[in-house]
């Protein structure tokens, strides 16, 4: 298992960050209209938070293949680097959908 | 590369072997997978056979609902038409969506899932025969007798997504509903069978050195599709379950007059409706990235960059479910976040369909059938995307929402990255399971009459959609400009209907399966599939040193063939394959798999009964048949987990391997985890719904009960403990360690039902009453949900008695007791789930 959340960790951390905004939109949505600011700062807590995650992510799956020097990236180290390259994408592109209100 | 198991890998150079194989251990092989006769063809369970009765009861209904398609455009051809009655016309459009995704599009991709993988993967078999057969003849049982609702004028008639307050009782108050919720709810067992028996088959029977990047494309798409069928069917699982209950015992989850709230249903309905489009999308995608390297001659460009967008894909279809709502009045930041994920979802599809442009241009393409159907489904599946991107921003979609424009979105859509891949999928893969491969002239008929047909049915739809035409009217009135697009929409669902009936003339003159021999390999595939094969798959299990085998390794299919690989033989006489391991593929044991006998079929028949009574509310018969379910489900299980005359065998050039596993190591507790993930997936989403009906109506609810939640929660802790005790003190062995371990068993299921009745007095004793306030009926569901458990605990518990009573309980065979002890903790787990929530949250 340990392997697989390495590898789909960006894509994790993408799913984390989408049902964290959704929670935190719904909640806006039952609490008095005043507290909108609190939500959306709730929200780019969670962005920064997750986007962090995703570039650490790519960070140590980058590290690893260069230690590797191996002629083709292991399938994980490379899932890992480009997943969390787009998961860190996904993670702007919804921080920003929620911020624009 | 590291080991993954401790297997040394220096051991594959010793394949393939040298020398002759001694006589008599291809007959063997033979004997062992022979063809069925008379009765047995109902109670075959090869994939072969199966296989092609999947596939061939999936193309039964495509065509079945496509004449309705007919029906209906015939009825809509012109404006205030009286070819259909408006009650028929209803229960037409409701059967035409509800079969072409539940009884075609998913099955249809998951038995094309059953019926090559394992030739793909190099297995003898998929790891659970049995399953798969059970799953095809629910799937067939099931299937037609919901058709059949059409014939009494049963049918449903509230649209494929059924959404109350217009399927509640007072707006339908006959039993046509019951049989959308009943029978859905039943058929989606039969995917989730399917799924299970797919991702095991994927994760640990291929081929030895198939590791993951080796793996081909199809079987990751299959393997995708079915992990997202595990996250997302428990959710119209959920759904159907908690509509019927409110039909017949008025609990309100969906009533607003009683404080529940029909959204609910949406969210339910579409996060498992919006997935349920690339469930059907990526199989498709899979097959397309198979086929169009082989018919340009050309590898796949940007193999991993595919899987990686198909895992992409996965995701984010999880998060664009409320793109079907953006019009009930959702909180902007809501609408805005699923918006901005449906626009994302485009680019992981575009990432493949660049991929195949690429492979095309890379090589020299064939415009042989399977690649005409290739790329035109290419072509359709990029219009609709188009259409997809433009749906995806909410103030286009306001307009656009429920006409004409959407269905002609949906329809290329599924279309394009469905059907037409699956026609490439027919053509190519055809000549591997017939003596004949299907006739290219009448191929390239079909397709053309086909494309053309597609096109010119769904293309005016989009004005017609923009002109205002609204889904789901059974007429229209003159002079809106719609009559000459309905027309030509029309014409064109002929000329799409024609192209179905030269198919099936082309099948009717050359398809010729289940015989000695097949057509080869005409297209040059590169895959192990195409390696020569008979009922027993291949001959041998080859070593894979490559992503397209055939094509890198020349000597593959000779080697194979002459049984110089791993397990030439079949070692302890019976049906067996090779269980390897996750990542790497590395050979671990031998799994001797099951011969054929009656008891999945009856256990098939006896549910679709239950179901089908269930129905027609005739509880008491309903009742027994569930039984007969049970019973025969049991006879089943009773032959596995078998004694086992040599714990070892050589499967090849010296290699020895055990022919027993348990624990985590063992395919049937792979099997029980991704199972109780389905279970975990419905108590999740039921404690989501218990959530959302608190969110819609707080000030309808009232305090939870005053008793001892800290007493429910530690006899679930025990119960937890003393199932995985009992596993434990059965692995250590000792003379008493069976009945010791089972009674430890058999303790830990009655505790969990005892929390649960604990549970269950709390809330009674409270007086909340499920049918007069939504968090009575959350609060019961979440219980009936526990009770299911808890029932099933029960007969594990008296299954787990009587293995020990027949003596097959044994220190060396803990498999059953394993997976008995996972589902037992899970149960406890799940308990504590349904016990704390509704006490915690929204508190006193």
Redesign the interface.
Known sequence: MG?WAYG?GG??A??LH?VG??A???L???TPADDRRL?QLA?VLLSLACAGACAGLAALALRRMKARREA?P???D??AA??AA?GLV?VA??A???L?? | MSSETGFDRRLYDRFPTRGARPPGELEALKEAWCAPRGWQWLTVINNNFVGVYYVGAAMLFFVLAGILALLMRTQLALPLNGFLPQETYNQLFTMHGTMMMFLFAVPAVEALGALLLPQMLGARDLPFPRLSAYAFWAYLIGGLAFFCSLFFGLAPNGGWFMYPPLTSTTWSPGINADFWLLGIGFIEISAIAGAVEIIVGVLRTRAPGMTLDKLPIFAWAMLIFAGMIIIAFPSVILATLLLELERAFGWPFFDSVKGGDPLLWQHLFWFFGHPEVYIIFLPAAGAMSTIIPAIARAPLVGYRLVVLAMLATGFISFGVWAHHMFTVGMPTMSVNVFSAASMAVSVPAGVQVFAWIATLAAGRMRFSAPGLFAVGGLVIFVMGGLTGVMVAMVPFDWQAHDTYFVVAHLHYVLIGGMVFPLFAAIYYWTPLISRRALSERLGRWVFWLMFAGMHLTFLPMHLTGLMGMPRRVYTYLPGRDWEATNLLSTAGAFLFAAAVLLWVIDMARNFRPFGAGNAGNVHDGPGLEWLPNDLYSVRSIPVVRSLYPLWDQPDLARDVEAGRYLLPNNPTGGRETLVTSVMNAEPQYLLRMPRPSPWHVWAAVFTAAFFLLLTVQAYAAAAVFALLAVWTILQWCWLLDRPMERPEVDIGAGIRVPSYASGVRSHGWWAMAITLIVGGMVALLAGFSYVFLWSSRPDLWGPPPKDSLLLILGLQAAAALLAAGGVKTLARGGARAPAAATLMLAAAALLVAAAWGLDLRGWAAGGLQPSQSPQGAAVAALLSWQGLFVLTAAFMGLYALLRLAWGYVRPGQPATFEVIGLFLAYAAGQGAFAAALPRLFPGA
Request: aromatic share 24%; hydrophobic share 70%.
């Open positions: 392997r789909l894509l994790f993408w799913g989408f905004i959704y935190f939109a719904s806006d949505a039952q939500w929200a083709a292991a399938l994980m490379q899932f480009l997943g787009a996904g592109w919804q920003l959908a929620a624009i209100v």
